[in-house]
């Protein structure tokens, strides 16, 4: 894109005028991100190469989210009141600029674990009415989808994650959602690299994508930040206040109480596929990308529900 190509996608919405390009700060298979700067400040344009449902719907709930002060990036919206624009075939959004040097996965103490499941919950609560359609990333049917793809070119990989694909290959009819359970928006990577902190207070929640799903795989998925960075220990007390806050701003049913267990494995079981998983094709990596998503499914196979139970 050229300055004339700006100056256009500006007039769409009442951003001042285009005065010159910043740094590329993001270009992948999905999307291209640039630093803009306009007559009326900075901010953060994004082209999206892929643009489907839960993308869009993503842009639509941070809109919704940001008016009822959740602590999350505003999304500009443009002069007929859209939260993106089409520009020459292409899907564009225009954002806040905030400047995040790096959101790696972190260790969470047991004072942000609290306002971590607390916005969860929040999350949930606030999406639980909006019009949302399914979206397929990180649920139910694709991870099951690639237990079996991936148990199926085992040997490939290294022994450990033989182990954990053979442990995950025998028990993911356990990780079902019992179809009259809550549900609400799905976020899917709500976890502490997408979880923004100030201190012990979070400041943003990026890289929106939403569908509409139980509640279940959400809150398992996040809190799978409840295991030791290397993937090794999980803190049974972090896991308690986890699900104490959560359990304060949205009730979990009795069926969810007695399935933390299944939550957790669902959680884990999903971020052993993606470490499985080459990002840019799909398909199978070439090695394991993540070791630490391994060890946590061989530390759910050495751990008996009961036990687990009992430690909860």
């Not at 022994?159 to 995950?168: D, N, T, V």
């Not at 959560?246 to 939550?263: D, P, T």
């Amino acid at each position: 894109m050229n300055e004339k190509d700006i100056a256009k996608i500006l007039s769409q919405y009442n951003l001042g005028k285009f005065v010159k390009f910043g740094e590329i700060k993001k270009d992948d298979t999905i999307s291209f991100g640039q630093i803009i700067y306009t007559t009326k400040g900075k901010l953060f344009l994004k082209l999206f190469r892929a643009f489907d449902n839960v993308i869009r719907q993503g842009l639509e709930v941070s809109t919704h989210l940001k008016s009822k002060n959740y602590p999350t990036f505003k999304v500009y919206v443009s002069k007929k009141g859209k939260p993106f624009i089409t520009y020459k075939r292409n899907k564009i959004a225009l954002f806040e600029y905030i400047n995040i040097k790096a959101h790696e996965w972190h260790d969470l103490n047991e004072t942000q674990i609290k306002e971590y499941a607390k916005y969860l919950a929040k999350f949930h609560v606030l999406t639980k009415n909006l019009n949302l359609k399914k979206g397929k990333s990180g649920g139910l049917s694709e991870v099951s989808s690639k237990i079996k793809k991936f148990y199926k070119i085992r040997k490939r990989y290294n022994k450990k994650a033989q182990i954990a694909l053979e442990f995950m290959y025998s028990n993911f009819n356990n990780i079902k959602c019992q179809k009259n359970q809550p549900s609400s928006g799905f976020f899917s990577e709500f976890n502490p690299g997408h979880v923004i902190f100030k201190g012990n207070k979070i400041r943003y929640v990026i890289d929106w994508e939403i569908g509409k799903n139980n509640c279940f795989y959400d809150y398992g998925s996040s809190m799978v930040a409840c295991f030791s960075l290397n993937g090794t220990k999980l803190s049974y007390k972090k896991l308690r206040i986890f699900t104490k806050e959560y359990n304060k701003i949205r009730k979990l049913s009795k069926w969810e109480l007695n399935h933390i267990y299944e939550a957790l494995m669902f959680g884990c079981f999903k971020y052993a596929t993606w470490a499985l998983m080459d990002p840019k094709t799909g398909k199978s990596a070439k090695e394991v990308r993540f070791p630490e998503d391994i060890k946590k499914i061989l530390f759910l196979k050495n751990t008996k529900k009961e036990d687990f139970c009992k430690k909860l």
